[in-house]
């Protein structure tokens, strides 16, 4: 069966990634895989058009994509919108919500190539490959009650941290899964002395644990987790977490590799339908100057083949290629060093696209 593809290059540099990485998921229909590839409008480009961020018609075109590549929205050209419902990101956080992406994959990988680029000793990150399974459309980001209001004659801020036993079920299952793909290592983080939330999630892991008898379950209460992905950030391998926690620790965990142009990202619901995009921002600040690294948009593009496509081999060709550019010197300035040979973002993907047909 024909399977739909959405490609929304959003605002800044999403156009000229997400370009790159259109001619790389045109390249793999070439070899047979069984898409149709259609275009939308997204966050600020299409409030220019549309007056808002996510247009039904945007929305409608979403729902029947089996996978969604995003280039990335915002920009200081729409931070003056005062009606916040009108923003460039309530677009993509429609989209999350409205599809129910509730698992996002956050892989945080050190080429080799590219060890010197962490401000961790080339040691301590020389080969980390970990997947942070972050929980999504839930937690303290979305609980009720939540505001602020007047309490005994002083403002009071509030929000809630709550999880119902389904939603850390689900997110759970999807980590070990992960796991059980990959080193069989499972590392729950939680604030389980504190948070009764946590003490929740926390027995909810250790009762799927037996059904994983292959996948070795630990837990970490999260300010250790912290700690330790600056020690020593090799021992994990697959680490699970709630949704505050996991925006840090995965951002943390980015930083660790020193390359934020490097790394893509997947946001899954039940069904395996999923957006894919790049961990990084809009880059308003190069942005039109044809130098921003496609690579993160491109390799989200092995993620959305190998989650949401059920193309495995597709992917690690992709995958490959991006470690055979890097292998042949090729930087983006963001990633350039000395020995190494600077190109622009079209020269990347000419690069990737040759590699991947060589191969
Ligand atoms: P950013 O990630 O856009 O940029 C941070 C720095 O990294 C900048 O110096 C930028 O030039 C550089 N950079 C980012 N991606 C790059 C790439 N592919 N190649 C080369 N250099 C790259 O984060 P910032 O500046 O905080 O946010 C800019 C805009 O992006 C804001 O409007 C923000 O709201 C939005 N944003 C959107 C996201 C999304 O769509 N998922 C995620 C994060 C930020
Ligand atoms: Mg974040």
Redesign the pocket.
Same mark, same amino acid.
């Given at each position: 069966m024909t399977q739909k593809i959405l490609v929304l290059p =959003?605002?800044?540099?999403?156009p000229e990634?997400t370009a790159q990485a259109s001619r790389i998921l045109a390249a793999c229909q070439a070899r047979g895989l069984d898409i149709e590839i259609d275009e939308g409008l997204l966050?600020g480009a299409a409030y220019d058009v549309h007056g808002e961020p996510l247009p039904a018609e945007t929305l409608e075109k979403a729902k029947a994509a089996r996978g969604i590549l995003?280039?990335?929205? =915002?920009?200081?050209k729409?931070?003056k919108i005062e009606d916040l419902a009108k923003r460039?990101?309530k677009g993509?956080l429609g989209v999350r919500k409205q599809l129910g992406l509730f698992g996002n994959l956050r892989p945080a990988i050190t080429y080799p190539q590219l060890a010197s680029a962490s401000s961790l000793k080339p040691e301590l990150v020389a080969g980390l490959d970990i997947m942070i399974v972050r929980e999504l459309t839930g937690g303290i980001y979305f609980g009720q009650p939540r505001g602020i209001e007047e309490r005994d004659g002083e403002r009071v801020g509030f929000n809630t941290y709550i999880y119902t036993e389904s939603e850390i079920e689900r997110i759970g299952r999807v980590a070990f899964e992960m796991a059980q793909k990959r080193g069989k290592k499972l590392c729950s983080v939680d604030k389980a002395n504190v948070l009764e939330v946590t003490i929740l999630w926390r027995e909810v892991m250790e009762r799927l644990a037996p059904e994983y008898p292959d996948v070795e379950l630990s837990h970490m209460y999260v300010d250790n987790a912290a700690m330790q992905l600056v020690r020593a950030p090799k021992q994990f391998d697959v680490v699970v977490t709630g949704n505050m926690f996991g925006d840090i620790l995965s951002d943390a965990a980015a930083m660790l590799t020193g390359s934020?142009?490097m790394l893509p990202s997947a946001s899954l619901n039940e069904s395996g339908q999923g957006m894919y995009?790049?961990?990084?921002?809009?880059?308003?600040?190069?942005a039109g100057q044809g130098?921003?690294?496609?690579?993160?948009?491109i390799l989200s593009v092995a993620m959305m083949l190998r989650y949401s496509l059920d193309a495995p081999a597709l992917a690690q060709r992709i995958e490959d290629a991006v470690g055979k550019v890097l292998d042949d010197g090729l930087r983006?300035?963001?990633i350039a060093s000395e020995g190494t040979r600077t190109v622009s973002t079209a020269e990347m993907g000419d690069a990737v696209l040759a590699a991947f047909e060589a191969l």
């Amino acid at each position: 069966m024909t399977q739909k593809i959405l490609v929304l290059p =959003g605002d800044g540099i999403g156009p000229e990634i997400t370009a790159q990485a259109s001619r790389i998921l045109a390249a793999c229909q070439a070899r047979g895989l069984d898409i149709e590839i259609d275009e939308g409008l997204l966050g600020g480009a299409a409030y220019d058009v549309h007056g808002e961020p996510l247009p039904a018609e945007t929305l409608e075109k979403a729902k029947a994509a089996r996978g969604i590549l995003l280039g990335a929205v =915002g920009g200081p050209k729409w931070d003056k919108i005062e009606d916040l419902a009108k923003r460039p990101e309530k677009g993509l956080l429609g989209v999350r919500k409205q599809l129910g992406l509730f698992g996002n994959l956050r892989p945080a990988i050190t080429y080799p190539q590219l060890a010197s680029a962490s401000s961790l000793k080339p040691e301590l990150v020389a080969g980390l490959d970990i997947m942070i399974v972050r929980e999504l459309t839930g937690g303290i980001y979305f609980g009720q009650p939540r505001g602020i209001e007047e309490r005994d004659g002083e403002r009071v801020g509030f929000n809630t941290y709550i999880y119902t036993e389904s939603e850390i079920e689900r997110i759970g299952r999807v980590a070990f899964e992960m796991a059980q793909k990959r080193g069989k290592k499972l590392c729950s983080v939680d604030k389980a002395n504190v948070l009764e939330v946590t003490i929740l999630w926390r027995e909810v892991m250790e009762r799927l644990a037996p059904e994983y008898p292959d996948v070795e379950l630990s837990h970490m209460y999260v300010d250790n987790a912290a700690m330790q992905l600056v020690r020593a950030p090799k021992q994990f391998d697959v680490v699970v977490t709630g949704n505050m926690f996991g925006d840090i620790l995965s951002d943390a965990a980015a930083m660790l590799t020193g390359s934020i142009g490097m790394l893509p990202s997947a946001s899954l619901n039940e069904s395996g339908q999923g957006m894919y995009e790049p961990c990084h921002g809009s880059a308003p600040d190069i942005a039109g100057q044809g130098i921003a690294n496609p690579l993160a948009t491109i390799l989200s593009v092995a993620m959305m083949l190998r989650y949401s496509l059920d193309a495995p081999a597709l992917a690690q060709r992709i995958e490959d290629a991006v470690g055979k550019v890097l292998d042949d010197g090729l930087r983006t300035a963001d990633i350039a060093s000395e020995g190494t040979r600077t190109v622009s973002t079209a020269e990347m993907g000419d690069a990737v696209l040759a590699a991947f047909e060589a191969l």
